[in-house]
């Protein structure tokens, strides 16, 4: 059984950082892409991030592109998301998810196993 736990979210100004955590446990993730996405309020979930987690290669929205970092720890089984220069509009709640397969994928529908989502609000 896969879990991830995402922690890390919270209130912080425009221009701040958080840096968010996924937990991941059940099996070995080797094979496996891990990916960020985040949904706010009436709009549809999106794409932020992901990572292979075998060769740690990553790949980002155009959105984020040069503000956020995800990278993943081996020895924790863990993926973070590093937050920097936020703005109002990054507002929403963040999800981590786990793909089984080893190709590039953006699509939410892509994306097999999800946590429960960690909420980031920034304030202009």
């Known amino acids: 059984q896969v879990q991830l736990v995402e922690s890390g979210g919270g209130l912080v100004q425009a221009g701040g950082s958080l840096r968010l955590s996924c937990a991941a446990s059940?099996?070995?993730?080797?094979?496996?892409?891990m990916g960020w996405f985040r949904q706010a309020p009436g709009k549809e979930r999106e794409f932020v991030a992901n990572i292979r987690w075998s060769s740690a290669t990553t790949y980002y929205a155009d959105s984020v592109k040069g503000r956020f970092t995800i990278s993943r720890d081996n020895a924790k089984n863990t993926v973070y998301l590093r937050m920097n220069s936020l703005k109002p509009e990054d507002t929403a709640v963040y999800y981590c998810a786990a793909r089984i397969r080893n190709s590039q994928a953006m699509a939410p529908r892509e994306y097999a196993y999800w946590g429960q989502g960690t909420q980031v609000t920034v304030s202009s």
């Open positions: 059940g099996r070995t993730f080797s094979g496996y892409i």
